[in-house]
């Protein structure tokens, strides 16, 4: 069962879209790699502002994926496609619906 999850807001820079659009899409195959991220999502919420929300079983987990491979890229990546730096957010899940 997922516990907890990040939520990570992600301000484009204007023309950096098609950038960040492949580079979340990149992110899921490295993701698959980690046995403890449960969910991961990369989600568009408006014309430049991105996320990714993701979960975890334990606080291992997150911890796990905030030092792996797409947090490093991301925080690389920041300053040429982001027009403030990621806004990240540790969240703890109340309720979810998990398929079999």
Same mark, same amino acid.
């Given at each position: 069962?997922?516990?907890? =999850? ?6 484009? $820079? ?7 659009? %492949? ?12 046995? +403890? ?6 989600? $568009?919420? =408006? ?10 079983? @334990?606080?291992? =987990? ?5 030092? =792996?491979?797409?947090?490093? +890229?991301?925080?690389?990546? #920041? %300053?040429?496609?982001? #027009? ?5 957010? $540790?969240? @703890?899940?109340?309720? +979810?619906?998990?398929?079999?």
């Amino acid at each position: 069962m997922v516990k907890v =999850g990040l939520f990570v807001r992600l301000e484009v $820079k204007p023309g950096k879209e098609i950038d960040v659009e %492949a580079f979340l899409r990149d992110g899921l195959a490295v993701v698959q790699q980690e046995p +403890a991220t449960t969910t991961w999502y990369a989600i $568009k919420l =408006g014309p430049l502002t991105y996320g990714i929300f993701d979960t975890f079983p @334990d606080d291992a =987990g997150r911890q796990a994926h905030l030092t =792996g491979r797409v947090a490093a +890229a991301l925080m690389a990546r #920041s %300053a040429e496609l982001f #027009s403030q730096p990621p806004a990240i957010e $540790k969240i @703890d899940i109340l309720a +979810a619906k998990q398929s079999r």
